[in-house]
């Protein structure tokens, strides 16, 4: 039991562990501002290119209307939500 529980914690598998995920999970959310760890504006290619594009290129004062209930589109661009 105690291997086994030393495996998990250290090395895990092919995650490098428990200490080693919460570290990196510690960093991301640690992260200011949130989109920086989300959408990394060098390093985004997928749909999160979209709610980078809301944080850069919406007024704070504008808010996002969307319909999905997907989290990120209000969270990630600090933006406000349309139906308020």
Known sequence: MRKLLGSLL?????SGGLLRRTRSAVEFHLTAP???????????????LVIRYLY???RPS???WET???FPVS???QR????R
Do not use: K, M, N, Q
């Open 34 to 48: 949130a989109i920086d760890a989300y959408a990394p504006a060098d390093d985004t290619v997928d749909e999160r």
């Open 62 to 64: 504008d808010r996002v």
């Open 56 to 58: 850069e290129y919406l």
């Open 10 to 14: 250290f090395s895990g598998r092919r």
């Open 80 to 83: 406000l939500p349309g139906f």
């Open 75 to 77: 969270y990630y661009p």
């Open 68 to 70: 999905s209930l997907w």
